[in-house]
């Protein structure tokens, strides 16, 4: 630990706590300290903090973003809370309320050595600050604190000049997805939280080289941590791309490793292009993996290595089973129930790990991390000889339930650890399917519910659905489009849009999960991955594009403050991709497919040019806007023939055909552009539904109506056909009978 700059982090957050209760900020904050906070505010004069304004979201800094405004309330995952609104009213009560917590947290902690009362700070700021306005517009006082404490630090130990470093692991959708069908749902979960711990504990091997505290890790998520450290380590780049991949490759045999890389400014002179200049400099790392390795090392890795038995013969085998994996497996169960995460960080440890021996925990331990899931606060139990971070996953947990040590700290870090557990009726039903001889997959009450039965769960025809979601553009929306005062504030505001990104897909879209599998209907959803910008979700089938429609509607709500209005392009989007399949489809080609649906999706381009914003299901990519109009229409479809029983399911069929001569038939001009073709399959879609609604009996009227919206003249130009082809398809998988085992599982 570097205690003088711990000493430069504890001052500047305790600046901010003067400032927000009345004080003029002072605390004998030296000058280093006063001058870090005015370059990270971005003004000439110390900074002024007016708590008596309305604080917009980051995304009011987006071009083409409307105003949105928060209320001021604890860190929360309440949807009252969370959502902004067009309200710029302020509660000087709830003001009054975060400032005195921060104040007495400021007290509370006052006893504890300098390392543990940095991060008791921290924490205090991200549950009572993340609703406070700073100096900043749209950035939160939590931000600012959080960035001026890692730049006091910093410049403590180098006065002159700052080292932005990022690392970002490779090599993770082979690591996540090839897995056994057997026992999958466990070792998913499993695979992923580990990532997202080794993600934190390379972070944590950084901080710890250079004895800077928490606060100057910027961000960690999604496989990816930026940082802020002293301009002189710029040194020691190599020796630390050296050291992790050496553990990295004792422990997984190059499937993975850190693309790490560095830029090194002076403090006024942080401009847009140095975030670009370290992009560029982690992805050089990514063309060069293991590169700093010393020769004998490196020969190494390209030795033939001799593949673990495969599961069903490694009982029979003298070598053991695969200790990662196995360990996996296990942290997988045990994410089904887990509440809190109880994190000790301590000093890397000496010795090399060996491949197929070293566990989850080995690894992590060898930076310097340990973690230790829990499912309840009663679980925890304080350890005199070392302190802790107690985090909290989800706002299940009330923090004063907790009995932390005398050293430890509480914070939160949401995490998406969603899967849908089996009941005694979900045993029973397991017990009766007929799955494969080798599927050694054994289910009890409690368990993670293993794919064949969420695929049994689905509605229709049986299957699990894949989805993947992602921000459109982010590159462009960190880039040129997101406005940004010049100096260092514009890295105050790049974090402060990293973290409310954060707190949606690593917050409220495990919230959406959980709903999901609560709601009391067929089947459930299983959260392999959210968190960052991005997510991976499985489930049955039925559930995800209504799941989908659902977390890209939020998000809209999320950025606008409101609801958008019919057809709105949004300053900030999303696409999503899903596809269908058998529940022993193997998951990396599922992944697979499921990304290329999401490309297909960011590839839609609409007549006025409003690109990507869409989604692709079922083959089909639709914008948003059209593909909730196919989502109402599959569930008239279903009504139609499943519940009311007044329309031949060859309805379907009809549409399905329609919209195959249309497609057929579609042409494009000289710019690439869709024209709409006014062919044959219009009037022959105009006699086959009139012959379709003359044999509807009472729903003859429904069924006309449908035919208008279709082959009509305001159909035609709406290219509703679309909307409509994709409907029938989605309603002929929901309506498909089961008759006895025939049907494929």
């Keep these: 630990m570097h205690e003088d700059a711990h000493r430069a982090a504890l001052t500047a957050l305790r600046f901010w706590i003067s400032l927000a209760n009345g004080g003029n900020g002072e605390i004998d904050a030296p000058a280093s300290v006063r001058e870090a906070a005015r370059l990270v505010c971005g003004g000439d004069d110390p900074p002024r903090l007016d708590l008596n304004r309305p604080l917009a979201t980051v995304f009011s800094r987006i071009q083409g973003a409307p105003q949105a405004y928060v209320q001021r309330a604890p860190l929360t995952l309440d949807e009252k809370v969370l959502f902004p609104s067009a309200d710029p009213q302020v509660d000087a009560q709830a003001t009054a309320r975060l400032c005195a917590a921060l104040r007495d ?3 509370r902690c006052a006893q504890l050595p300098l390392e543990p009362r940095v991060e008791a700070l921290l924490f205090a700021f991200q549950r009572y600050a993340w609703r406070l306005p700073s100096p900043l517009d749209g950035v939160s006082l939590s ?5 001026h404490a890692a730049t006091a630090a910093a410049l403590t130990v180098d006065a002159g000049r700052l080292l932005l470093v990022g690392g970002d692991i490779s090599g993770v959708q082979d690591f996540i997805y090839s897995v056994r069908a057997a ?27 250079t004895g800077m ?3 100057n890790l910027l961000y960690a998520g999604g496989g990816r941590w930026y940082a802020l450290l002293p301009g002189n380590y710029d040194v020691r780049l190599g020796d630390w791309r050296r050291a992790i991949g050496e553990r990295l490759l004792d422990a997984h045999g190059g499937a993975l490793y850190l693309a790490l890389g560095g830029v090194c400014f002076a ?3 942080y401009t847009g292009e140095t975030w670009g200049d370290l992009s560029r400099a982690i992805d050089d790392a990514k063309r060069r993996r293991f590169a700093d390795l010393d020769d004998d090392r490196l020969a190494a890795l390209f030795e033939p290595v001799q593949p673990a038995p495969p599961r069903d013969e490694a009982v029979q085998s003298e070598e053991p089973p695969d200790a990662m994996d196995e360990s996996l497996e296990n942290l997988g169960r045990q994410m089904a129930r887990v509440a809190l995460l109880a994190v000790t960080p301590g000093a890397p440890s000496a010795g090399s790990l060996r491949r197929r021996e070293a566990r989850w925990h080995d690894v992590l331990r060898s930076f310097g991390l340990q ?14 000889a070392q302190r802790r971070r107690i985090l909290l996953i989800d706002d299940s947990t009330d923090p004063r339930t907790l009995s932390p040590g005398a050293h430890d700290v509480v914070g939160v870090r949401y995490t998406v650890a969603v899967a849908q557990t089996a009941t005694d009726a979900d045993v029973a039903q397991y017990g009766r399917l007929q799955t494969d001889a080798d599927d050694d997959q054994a289910l009890h009450r409690g368990d993670i519910k293993p794919f064949n039965l969420l695929a049994e769960q689905s509605v229709g025809v049986r299957r699990i659905g894949v989805l993947r979601m992602d921000v459109d553009d982010l590159g462009d929306l960190f880039g040129r489009r997101l406005e940004r005062p010049p100096g260092l504030a514009a890295l105050t505001v790049t974090a402060a849009l990293s973290a409310t990104l954060s707190h949606y897909f690593e917050g409220w879209v495990g919230e959406l999960c959980r709903r999901a599998n609560r709601d009391g209907g067929d089947g459930g959803v299983y959260a392999v991955y959210s968190g960052g910008d991005d997510l991976f979700l499985v489930g049955s089938w039925h559930r995800m594009p209504h799941l989908a429609q659902r977390i890209r509607a939020d998000f809209a709500r999320f950025v606008l403050g409101r609801q958008p209005r019919s057809d709105e392009p949004l300053p900030v989007t999303l696409s999503g991709g899903i596809t269908l399949h058998q529940a022993r ?23 006025d040019r409003h690109a990507k914003d869409a989604i692709t299901f079922l083959g089909r990519t639709l914008g948003w806007e059209h593909f909730d109009e196919a989502a109402d229409l599959a569930q008239e479809l279903v009504d139609l023939i499943l519940i009311r029983r007044d329309a031949p399911r060859s309805l379907l069929m009809v549409i399905q055909t329609l919209d195959a001569r249309y497609r057929q038939t579609q042409r494009r001009s000289r710019t690439g552009d869709a024209q709409f073709p006014f062919g044959p399959w219009v009037w022959q879609g105009a006699y086959q539904l009139t012959r379709a609604a003359e044999r509807a009996g009472e729903m003859q009227q ?5 035919r208008d919206r279709i082959v009509g003249a305001e159909g035609v130009n709406r290219r509703f056909i679309e909307r409509a082809g994709l409907a029938a398809r989605w309603a002929q998988l929901l309506v498909r009978e089961r008759n006895g085992e025939k049907e494929e599982r």
């Design 371 to 384: 973690a230790f899931p829990l499912e309840t606060a009663r679980d925890y139990r304080p350890d005199p």
């Design 105 to 107: 947290e400021d007290a």
């Design 183 to 209: 026992g999958a749902t466990r070792q998913l979960r499993g695979r992923s939280f580990y990532l997202q711990l080794l993600t934190e504990a390379c972070a944590h091997y950084v901080l710890h080289e």
């Design 702 to 706: 429904r069924i006309e109506a449908l």
């Design 213 to 215: 505290p928490l606060c």
């Design 267 to 269: 403090p006024a002179d």
């Design 585 to 607: 489809y193997p998951l990396y080609q599922a992944a697979d497919d499921a990304a290329g649906a999401l490309d297909a999706a960011k590839q839609h381009t609409r007549p």
């Design 143 to 147: 931000d600012v604190a959080r960035v």
